[in-house]
Protein backbone atom coordinates (compact mmCIF):
# COMPACT_ATOMS: atom_id res chain seq x y z
CA UNK A 1 0.00 0.00 0.00
CA UNK A 2 1.21 3.46 -1.20
CA UNK A 3 1.56 5.71 1.87
CA UNK A 4 0.58 9.74 1.97
CA UNK A 5 3.89 11.81 2.24
CA UNK A 6 1.75 14.31 4.12
CA UNK A 7 0.21 11.23 6.39
CA UNK A 8 3.74 9.79 6.61
CA UNK A 9 4.91 13.10 7.55
CA UNK A 10 2.60 13.51 10.15
CA UNK A 11 3.24 10.51 11.87
CA UNK A 12 6.85 10.75 12.03
CA UNK A 13 6.53 14.39 13.31
CA UNK A 14 4.46 13.15 15.97
CA UNK A 15 6.91 9.80 16.96
CA UNK A 16 9.30 12.49 17.15
CA UNK A 17 7.43 14.39 19.65
CA UNK A 18 6.33 11.59 21.53
CA UNK A 19 10.30 11.18 22.27
CA UNK A 20 10.80 14.15 22.59
CA UNK A 21 8.41 14.40 25.56
CA UNK A 22 9.50 11.64 27.44
CA UNK A 23 13.15 12.72 26.88
CA UNK A 24 11.76 15.60 28.94
CA UNK A 25 9.62 13.96 31.41
CA UNK A 26 12.69 11.57 32.16
CA UNK A 27 14.76 14.57 32.51
CA UNK A 28 12.57 16.30 34.60
CA UNK A 29 11.66 13.07 36.64
CA UNK A 30 15.49 12.50 37.45
CA UNK A 31 16.22 16.07 38.92
CA UNK A 32 15.91 15.98 42.46
CA UNK A 33 17.74 16.49 45.50
CA UNK A 34 21.01 14.17 45.56
CA UNK A 35 20.28 12.49 41.94
CA UNK A 36 23.32 12.88 39.67
CA UNK A 37 23.52 15.79 37.46
CA UNK A 38 26.01 16.52 34.64
CA UNK A 39 27.58 19.87 34.35
CA UNK A 40 28.89 22.14 37.41
CA UNK A 41 26.58 25.29 37.77
CA UNK A 42 23.83 24.06 35.56
CA UNK A 43 20.32 25.04 36.58
CA UNK A 44 16.93 23.24 36.62
CA UNK A 45 13.09 25.10 37.16
CA UNK A 46 11.17 22.67 38.69
CA UNK A 47 7.88 22.91 40.16
CA UNK A 48 8.36 26.21 41.24
CA UNK A 49 11.83 25.75 42.68
CA UNK A 50 15.76 26.05 40.77
CA UNK A 51 18.24 23.53 41.43
CA UNK A 52 21.45 23.83 40.64
CA UNK A 53 24.20 20.74 39.77
CA UNK A 54 27.26 21.26 42.77
CA UNK A 55 29.74 19.23 43.26
CA UNK A 56 29.95 16.99 46.82
CA UNK A 57 33.32 15.49 46.92
CA UNK A 58 34.14 13.17 43.32
CA UNK A 59 30.24 13.39 42.47
CA UNK A 60 27.90 15.70 40.80
CA UNK A 61 24.51 15.75 42.02
CA UNK A 62 21.25 18.42 42.33
CA UNK A 63 21.93 20.78 45.14
CA UNK A 64 18.16 20.69 47.74
CA UNK A 65 17.05 23.87 45.53
CA UNK A 66 15.70 26.98 46.61
CA UNK A 67 11.87 28.27 45.83
CA UNK A 68 11.45 31.03 42.82
CA UNK A 69 8.84 34.03 44.40
CA UNK A 70 6.96 34.66 41.23
CA UNK A 71 7.25 38.22 39.93
CA UNK A 72 4.10 40.09 41.10
CA UNK A 73 2.09 41.85 38.81
CA UNK A 74 2.26 45.87 38.47
CA UNK A 75 -0.41 48.27 38.12
CA UNK A 76 -0.78 51.98 37.59
CA UNK A 77 -1.74 53.64 40.65
CA UNK A 78 -4.81 54.84 39.12
CA UNK A 79 -6.24 51.51 38.43
CA UNK A 80 -6.27 51.11 41.94
CA UNK A 81 -8.19 54.29 42.95
CA UNK A 82 -11.79 54.48 43.67
CA UNK A 83 -14.73 56.82 44.73
CA UNK A 84 -13.44 59.96 45.94
CA UNK A 85 -9.34 58.92 45.34
CA UNK A 86 -10.05 58.58 42.21
CA UNK A 87 -11.91 61.87 41.48
CA UNK A 88 -9.03 63.94 43.34
CA UNK A 89 -6.27 61.71 40.73
CA UNK A 90 -8.41 63.12 37.70
CA UNK A 91 -8.96 66.86 39.40
CA UNK A 92 -5.69 66.73 39.73
CA UNK A 93 -4.29 65.38 36.11
CA UNK A 94 -6.58 68.18 34.80
CA UNK A 95 -5.22 70.88 36.65
CA UNK A 96 -1.23 69.70 36.04
CA UNK A 97 -2.38 69.95 32.12
CA UNK A 98 -3.63 73.68 32.98
CA UNK A 99 -1.00 74.64 34.49
CA UNK A 100 1.57 73.40 32.01
CA UNK A 101 0.51 76.00 29.43
CA UNK A 102 1.98 79.51 31.01
CA UNK A 103 1.56 82.61 30.42
CA UNK A 104 3.81 85.88 32.06
CA UNK A 105 1.29 88.30 30.39
CA UNK A 106 -1.73 88.72 32.95
CA UNK A 107 -3.35 91.44 35.29
CA UNK A 108 -2.31 90.79 38.87
CA UNK A 109 -4.43 91.38 41.72
CA UNK A 110 -4.16 94.85 43.45
CA UNK A 111 -4.45 94.33 47.05
CA UNK A 112 -5.09 97.51 48.88
CA UNK A 113 -5.28 97.22 52.87
CA UNK A 114 -5.51 99.45 55.65
CA UNK A 115 -2.43 101.31 56.79
CA UNK A 116 -1.20 99.34 59.62
CA UNK A 117 -1.97 95.98 58.88
CA UNK A 118 0.63 93.02 59.15
CA UNK A 119 2.57 92.61 55.60
CA UNK A 120 0.66 88.88 56.04
CA UNK A 121 -2.34 90.54 53.89
CA UNK A 122 -0.13 91.60 50.71
CA UNK A 123 0.92 87.54 50.97
CA UNK A 124 -2.40 86.90 49.91
CA UNK A 125 -1.52 87.94 46.17
CA UNK A 126 0.43 84.75 45.79
CA UNK A 127 -2.34 81.93 44.64
CA UNK A 128 -4.54 84.45 43.24
CA UNK A 129 -1.98 85.32 41.00
CA UNK A 130 -1.00 81.98 40.38
CA UNK A 131 -5.23 81.27 39.87
CA UNK A 132 -5.12 84.32 37.51
CA UNK A 133 -2.25 83.14 34.96
CA UNK A 134 -3.54 79.74 34.67
CA UNK A 135 -6.90 81.07 33.69
CA UNK A 136 -5.24 83.84 31.08
CA UNK A 137 -3.69 80.92 29.66
CA UNK A 138 -6.24 78.60 29.21
CA UNK A 139 -8.12 81.27 27.15
CA UNK A 140 -10.08 83.11 30.39
CA UNK A 141 -10.26 86.34 30.90
CA UNK A 142 -11.51 89.16 33.38
CA UNK A 143 -11.87 92.18 31.22
CA UNK A 144 -11.56 94.55 34.31
CA UNK A 145 -8.78 94.61 36.69
CA UNK A 146 -9.05 92.45 39.75
CA UNK A 147 -8.86 94.17 43.59
CA UNK A 148 -8.89 93.90 46.64
CA UNK A 149 -9.92 96.33 49.66
CA UNK A 150 -9.43 95.40 53.03
CA UNK A 151 -9.66 97.31 56.36
CA UNK A 152 -10.97 97.99 59.87
CA UNK A 153 -12.92 101.48 59.60
CA UNK A 154 -15.87 102.22 57.91
CA UNK A 155 -14.56 105.00 57.06
CA UNK A 156 -11.84 103.96 55.10
CA UNK A 157 -13.49 101.55 53.50
CA UNK A 158 -15.78 103.98 51.75
CA UNK A 159 -13.03 106.77 51.06
CA UNK A 160 -10.96 104.30 49.82
CA UNK A 161 -13.72 101.80 47.90
CA UNK A 162 -15.87 104.78 46.24
CA UNK A 163 -13.89 106.03 43.53
CA UNK A 164 -13.47 102.23 42.06
CA UNK A 165 -16.67 100.69 43.18
CA UNK A 166 -19.05 102.10 39.94
CA UNK A 167 -20.36 104.59 42.05
CA UNK A 168 -21.53 102.69 44.35
CA UNK A 169 -21.97 103.62 48.35
CA UNK A 170 -19.52 101.59 49.73
CA UNK A 171 -19.23 99.09 51.74
CA UNK A 172 -22.66 98.06 51.37
CA UNK A 173 -21.81 94.72 53.40
CA UNK A 174 -19.63 93.29 55.46
CA UNK A 175 -17.75 91.86 52.15
CA UNK A 176 -19.05 92.15 48.91
CA UNK A 177 -17.51 91.91 45.29
CA UNK A 178 -18.79 95.16 43.48
CA UNK A 179 -19.17 95.77 39.70
CA UNK A 180 -17.58 92.57 39.08
CA UNK A 181 -13.84 93.45 40.15
CA UNK A 182 -13.64 94.90 43.25
CA UNK A 183 -13.63 92.79 46.42
CA UNK A 184 -14.08 94.91 49.05
CA UNK A 185 -14.80 94.81 53.17
CA UNK A 186 -13.56 94.46 56.50
CA UNK A 187 -10.88 92.42 57.67
CA UNK A 188 -12.69 90.23 60.35
CA UNK A 189 -15.09 89.31 57.95
CA UNK A 190 -12.28 88.36 56.02
CA UNK A 191 -10.70 86.21 58.51
CA UNK A 192 -13.66 84.77 59.82
CA UNK A 193 -13.13 86.39 63.35
CA UNK A 194 -15.42 88.47 66.06
CA UNK A 195 -17.68 91.13 64.76
CA UNK A 196 -15.73 94.45 64.95
CA UNK A 197 -12.03 92.80 65.67
CA UNK A 198 -9.39 94.92 64.33
CA UNK A 199 -6.46 94.21 62.53
CA UNK A 200 -4.64 97.43 62.38
CA UNK A 201 -0.94 96.53 64.53
CA UNK A 202 -1.84 92.96 64.87
CA UNK A 203 -0.14 90.03 63.41
CA UNK A 204 -1.84 87.01 61.64
CA UNK A 205 -1.90 83.37 62.81
CA UNK A 206 -0.57 80.87 60.75
CA UNK A 207 -4.84 79.60 60.59
CA UNK A 208 -5.70 83.54 59.74
CA UNK A 209 -3.17 83.60 56.86
CA UNK A 210 -4.50 80.26 55.18
CA UNK A 211 -7.77 81.52 55.45
CA UNK A 212 -7.25 85.20 54.55
CA UNK A 213 -5.04 83.34 51.23
CA UNK A 214 -8.70 81.50 50.29
CA UNK A 215 -10.95 83.95 50.95
CA UNK A 216 -8.96 86.05 48.53
CA UNK A 217 -8.69 83.77 45.51
CA UNK A 218 -11.62 82.28 46.07
CA UNK A 219 -13.29 85.59 45.34
CA UNK A 220 -10.77 86.18 42.59
CA UNK A 221 -12.41 82.81 40.83
CA UNK A 222 -15.72 84.39 41.55
CA UNK A 223 -14.56 87.26 39.49
CA UNK A 224 -14.06 85.00 36.59
CA UNK A 225 -17.04 83.18 36.81
CA UNK A 226 -19.11 86.32 36.80
CA UNK A 227 -17.54 87.15 33.93
CA UNK A 228 -17.80 83.93 31.55
CA UNK A 229 -21.27 84.95 31.80
CA UNK A 230 -20.87 88.11 30.29
CA UNK A 231 -18.47 86.91 27.41
CA UNK A 232 -17.11 90.03 25.68
CA UNK A 233 -18.77 92.48 27.86
CA UNK A 234 -18.52 94.22 30.97
CA UNK A 235 -20.29 92.31 34.16
CA UNK A 236 -23.28 94.60 35.02
CA UNK A 237 -24.76 92.69 37.22
CA UNK A 238 -28.21 92.16 34.83
CA UNK A 239 -27.82 88.44 34.66
CA UNK A 240 -29.31 85.27 36.91
CA UNK A 241 -27.14 83.23 38.33
CA UNK A 242 -28.29 80.09 39.61
CA UNK A 243 -27.56 77.31 40.68
CA UNK A 244 -26.03 78.26 43.61
CA UNK A 245 -24.29 75.27 44.29
CA UNK A 246 -22.65 75.18 40.91
CA UNK A 247 -21.67 78.97 40.85
CA UNK A 248 -20.49 78.36 44.61
CA UNK A 249 -18.54 74.91 44.09
CA UNK A 250 -16.54 76.36 40.93
CA UNK A 251 -14.81 78.76 43.00
CA UNK A 252 -14.20 76.59 46.11
CA UNK A 253 -12.58 73.98 43.54
CA UNK A 254 -10.45 76.54 41.56
CA UNK A 255 -9.48 78.31 44.91
CA UNK A 256 -8.38 75.02 46.89
CA UNK A 257 -6.28 74.33 43.58
CA UNK A 258 -4.66 77.38 43.31
CA UNK A 259 -3.50 77.59 47.20
CA UNK A 260 -2.51 74.38 47.17
CA UNK A 261 -0.06 75.06 43.86
CA UNK A 262 0.88 77.91 45.67
CA UNK A 263 1.91 76.25 49.22
CA UNK A 264 5.44 74.76 49.46
CA UNK A 265 3.94 71.47 51.74
CA UNK A 266 3.48 68.66 49.10
CA UNK A 267 0.07 67.60 49.80
CA UNK A 268 -3.11 66.80 46.84
CA UNK A 269 -5.29 70.07 46.46
CA UNK A 270 -7.81 68.26 48.75
CA UNK A 271 -5.74 67.27 51.76
CA UNK A 272 -4.48 70.62 52.00
CA UNK A 273 -7.47 72.40 51.38
CA UNK A 274 -8.77 70.19 54.47
CA UNK A 275 -5.99 70.34 56.66
CA UNK A 276 -6.46 73.99 56.21
CA UNK A 277 -9.94 73.78 57.68
CA UNK A 278 -11.62 75.33 54.80
CA UNK A 279 -13.95 72.29 53.99
CA UNK A 280 -14.99 69.59 56.01
CA UNK A 281 -14.05 65.57 55.35
CA UNK A 282 -15.97 63.76 52.42
CA UNK A 283 -19.77 63.27 53.23
CA UNK A 284 -20.20 60.05 54.61
CA UNK A 285 -24.71 61.22 54.33
CA UNK A 286 -26.48 63.99 53.10
CA UNK A 287 -26.40 66.92 54.71
CA UNK A 288 -29.99 68.15 56.16
CA UNK A 289 -30.06 70.54 52.93
CA UNK A 290 -29.24 68.97 49.65
CA UNK A 291 -28.09 70.15 46.35
CA UNK A 292 -31.40 70.45 44.77
CA UNK A 293 -32.09 72.88 47.76
CA UNK A 294 -29.36 74.96 46.64
CA UNK A 295 -30.64 75.55 42.96
CA UNK A 296 -31.75 78.78 43.39
CA UNK A 297 -30.23 82.40 44.07
CA UNK A 298 -30.08 81.31 48.35
CA UNK A 299 -26.31 81.28 49.80
CA UNK A 300 -27.31 80.91 53.23
CA UNK A 301 -25.38 77.40 53.41
CA UNK A 302 -26.50 77.48 57.49
CA UNK A 303 -23.19 74.93 58.13
CA UNK A 304 -20.07 73.39 56.95
CA UNK A 305 -21.65 70.10 55.48
CA UNK A 306 -23.80 72.16 53.45
CA UNK A 307 -21.10 74.43 52.17
CA UNK A 308 -18.66 71.83 51.80
CA UNK A 309 -21.07 69.75 49.27
CA UNK A 310 -20.82 72.48 47.06
CA UNK A 311 -17.55 71.58 46.26
CA UNK A 312 -17.92 67.88 46.28
CA UNK A 313 -20.96 67.58 43.95
CA UNK A 314 -18.63 70.38 41.41
CA UNK A 315 -15.62 68.10 41.97
CA UNK A 316 -17.38 64.83 40.85
CA UNK A 317 -19.53 66.98 37.90
CA UNK A 318 -15.56 67.86 36.53
CA UNK A 319 -13.47 64.72 36.86
CA UNK A 320 -16.70 62.94 35.08
CA UNK A 321 -18.09 65.31 33.24
CA UNK A 322 -15.75 67.14 31.08
CA UNK A 323 -13.03 68.37 33.64
CA UNK A 324 -12.65 72.14 34.45
CA UNK A 325 -13.36 73.74 30.96
CA UNK A 326 -16.59 71.88 31.52
CA UNK A 327 -17.18 74.43 34.42
CA UNK A 328 -16.65 77.43 32.37
CA UNK A 329 -18.47 76.05 29.64
CA UNK A 330 -21.64 75.74 31.96
CA UNK A 331 -21.29 79.40 33.16
CA UNK A 332 -20.91 81.01 29.64
CA UNK A 333 -23.50 78.88 28.12
CA UNK A 334 -26.21 79.99 30.90
CA UNK A 335 -25.43 83.68 30.21
CA UNK A 336 -26.28 83.38 26.87
CA UNK A 337 -29.68 80.97 26.90
CA UNK A 338 -30.71 81.70 30.67
CA UNK A 339 -31.39 78.47 30.71
CA UNK A 340 -29.72 76.32 33.20
CA UNK A 341 -30.29 72.93 32.99
CA UNK A 342 -30.36 73.24 29.51
CA UNK A 343 -26.70 74.53 30.09
CA UNK A 344 -25.99 71.73 32.05
CA UNK A 345 -26.69 69.03 29.80
CA UNK A 346 -24.60 70.73 26.65
CA UNK A 347 -21.69 71.10 28.94
CA UNK A 348 -21.47 68.68 31.25
CA UNK A 349 -23.11 65.77 28.89
CA UNK A 350 -25.63 65.24 31.66
CA UNK A 351 -28.94 66.06 32.32
CA UNK A 352 -29.74 67.50 36.10
CA UNK A 353 -31.82 64.63 37.16
CA UNK A 354 -29.42 61.72 36.19
CA UNK A 355 -26.22 63.61 38.15
CA UNK A 356 -28.35 63.80 40.82
CA UNK A 357 -28.69 60.10 41.05
CA UNK A 358 -25.05 59.51 39.93
CA UNK A 359 -24.45 61.51 43.71
CA UNK A 360 -26.33 59.58 45.47
CA UNK A 361 -24.57 56.57 44.36
CA UNK A 362 -21.05 58.62 44.52
CA UNK A 363 -22.56 58.89 48.01
CA UNK A 364 -23.71 55.53 48.53
CA UNK A 365 -27.13 56.94 49.63
CA UNK A 366 -29.81 53.71 50.24
CA UNK A 367 -32.67 54.01 47.32
CA UNK A 368 -35.06 54.96 50.40
CA UNK A 369 -33.20 57.58 51.71
CA UNK A 370 -32.73 59.81 48.30
CA UNK A 371 -34.94 62.57 48.48
CA UNK A 372 -37.49 62.85 45.62
CA UNK A 373 -36.81 64.69 42.45
CA UNK A 374 -38.11 68.46 42.61
CA UNK A 375 -38.70 70.52 39.66
CA UNK A 376 -35.51 72.86 39.35
CA UNK A 377 -35.23 75.89 39.85
CA UNK A 378 -36.17 78.71 37.71
CA UNK A 379 -34.39 82.00 37.13
CA UNK A 380 -33.80 84.32 39.56
CA UNK A 381 -31.79 87.38 40.28
CA UNK A 382 -29.08 88.19 42.82
Known amino acids: MRMNPQKGLAI ?11 SVKAGISAVKTGTTCSKTGQITLLSGKKFTCVKVGKKLQWNNGVIVQSPKPTNSPTAQLSGHDLVISQIESNWKLWRSKSSNTFTPIKLIVQPGY ?9 AADLLISTFTANGYSLLQEPIAVFGD ?10 PIACGRSVPEQPLGIYCGHVNLGYGYFVLNATQGE ?29 QAQYGSINYDGTKNQIPAWVREGFVQLFA ?3 ISDSNAQKKSYFDFFVSSSMIESFPKALC ?5 DFESKDRNWGGGCVSSQN ?53 KIPQGNRPALIPPAPPAHN
Open 118 to 126: DSAWGGASK
Open 12 to 22: VISLSVGFTML
Open 288 to 292: AKTLQ
Open 256 to 258: ALA
Open 153 to 162: TEEWLAATGR
Open 311 to 363: FYGVELLAARHGGLDALFKFVSLYGVSNDWTSAFKSAFGISREDFYTEWYDYL
Open 198 to 226: KFIGKTLTPLQINTLNYMVVHDVATMYEL
